[in-house]
Nanobody, 114 residues
Framework: QVQLVESGGGLVQPGGSLRLSCAAS????????MAWYRQAPGKQRELVAA???????NYVDSVKGRFTISRDNAKDTVYLQMNSLKPEDTAVYYC????????WGQGTQVTVSS
């Protein structure tokens, strides 16, 4: 059974930082492309950052220079380090694993507010 379990969300003030983690099980993690998506209220889910099995990364323009995606294949875990957070980063963040099929985590809430 495939499971992607996110953690690390919460409430943070503007300018603050959070690190999201996504622990995978039931898949050969090291061959999967992994990604973080987010969905704000009333908006469509959007790709935030992705990392291939080989470690190549890409980011949505709005988070470039602020967010960093990384993976630890020994721990079957992907991370999203989020710095200089803004209120518009508020959303539910979802972990995604993709090879032939897509797998999703349950989501973790990130709220940026003073």
């Amino acid at each position: 059974q495939v499971q992607l379990v996110e953690s690390g969300g919460g409430l943070v003030q503007p300018g603050g930082s959070l690190r999201l983690s996504c622990a995978a099980s039931g898949i050969s993690f090291n061959i999967y492309s992994m990604a973080w998506y987010r969905q704000a209220p009333g908006k469509q889910r959007e790709l935030v950052a992705a990392i291939t099995a080989g470690g190549r990364t890409n980011y949505v323009d709005s988070v470039k220079g602020r967010f960093t995606i990384s993976r630890d294949n020994a721990k079957d875990t992907v991370y999203l380090q989020m710095n200089s957070l803004k209120p518009e980063d508020t959303a539910v963040y979802y972990c995604n694993g993709r090879l032939v099929s897509d797998y999703w985590g349950q989501g973790t809430q990130v709220t940026v507010s003073s």
